[in-house]
């Protein structure tokens, strides 16, 4: 009975359960890399969706602030001055610089450069008469601000016409300003241009006798529409830059467009950003609290093991003695 009592003690203690125990904690190890892994995985995608829903914000108070498109350009003329007239004997030339002070309440920079062509007359009755060119002085006008530009004259008239015009009280110029505008719109601090033809009629009335004197100017978007102050007139009426109703349906349609389909795309990417961080975010918390509880029932075991094993020694030794 000694031996058969030996081997069944002892040769338990020989069997041991170490293996057994080595499986969970193998098994809580690799739970607690792919917690980590996931952790780590849901920080970029939630940073990458808080950057998308800052540029869909940005956008939208882009949209707003160029809402309308564009607010008409109020211009004054600061001075208007004649040069003096040159003869050659068959012809009388003069030139003449218009300087306007021009104020901009859009929320972007805008420049004038000259466009096509642009020509002078002298108005008789409904007839015009072709006598020079003119120039639109290149400017810029910051948003917001103000800048100065202007308007260059030259005129070449022949000499009996230009001694006719002298007998006269006063007459009537008429201009076309042909120029090229030019808008910088300012997104993420990246520059974005474009540019338009604009035509307007200008005109004023003038007097080189007995002594030189230029009126106020006016200006119209046809001549049909363009009234002409009279020399006397004291009080000068501002003149607006402004957009055809057609480029202004064309260039809010364009802006609506652009800046929607940019807050579309920027929401819907940081919704799927946000809800994949945070997918993987939970599923790693999961991961933790399973862990957790993993590593609890080893350390149970472990200890319930320890007790088992000194139990064990005792009996060993009672084998020496048997």
């Known amino acids: 009975s000694g031996p058969s009592r030996f081997s069944r003690i002892c040769g ?3 069997v041991g359960w170490s293996p057994a125990l080595a499986l969970p904690v193998q098994g809580s190890r690799l739970e607690m890399c792919a917690m980590a892994k996931n952790t780590v ?11 998308a829903w800052l540029l869909f914000a940005y956008t939208t108070a882009k949209l707003v602030q160029h809402t309308p498109v564009y607010r008409p350009v109020e211009c004054t003329t600061v001075s208007n001055d004649f040069g003096d007239q040159k003869m050659d004997g068959f012809w009388v030339n003069t030139s003449s610089t218009a300087v306007r ?3 901009n309440p859009n929320p972007f920079i805008m420049r004038l450069y000259q466009g096509e062509p642009s020509k002078v007359y002298l108005r008789d009755g409904p007839d015009l008469q072709p006598v020079g060119e003119s120039f639109v002085t290149n400017s810029s006008f910051a948003a917001h601000g103000e800048g100065t530009g202007g308007v260059t004259l030259s005129i070449n008239l022949p000499f009996m016409q230009a001694i006719e015009l002298l007998s ?9 300003i042909n120029a090229l505008a030019e808008a910088e719109i300012s997104f993420l601090g990246m520059g974005i241009t474009s540019a338009e033809e604009t035509s307007r009629i200008c005109g004023f009335e003038l007097a080189l006798m007995p002594e030189q004197r230029v009126g106020h100017s006016a200006c119209a978007d046809t001549l049909a529409d363009l009234v002409i102050p009279d020399l006397n007139t004291t009080t000068e009426v501002a003149d607006l830059i402004t957009m055809s109703p057609e480029l202004y349906d ?3 349609h364009r ?19 946000l809800a994949c961080g945070v997918r993987m975010g939970c599923l790693g918390h999961g ?11 080893v350390k149970i075991a472990v200890e319930g093991g320890s007790s088992q094993r000194k139990g064990e020694d005792i009996q060993a030794a009672d084998c020496t003695h048997v």
Do not use: H, Y
């Not at 995985?41 to 950057?51: E, N, V, Y």
């Not at 940019?262 to 919704?271: K, P, R």
């Not at 991961?287 to 029932?297: F, N, P, V």
């Open 101 to 103: 002070s021009c104020r």
């Open 250 to 252: 064309d260039a809010t």
């Open 168 to 176: 006269r009280d006063k007459v009537q110029v008429v201009l076309e």
């Open 12 to 14: 338990a203690r020989a």
């Open 41 to 51: 995985c849901s920080i970029p995608l939630l940073s990458l969706s808080a950057l």
């Open 287 to 297: 991961q933790s609290l399973e862990g957790s509880k993993a590593m609890r029932d």
């Open 255 to 273: 802006k609506n467009v652009a800046f929607g389909s940019l807050m579309v795309v920027s929401a819907t990417l940081a919704a799927s950003l």
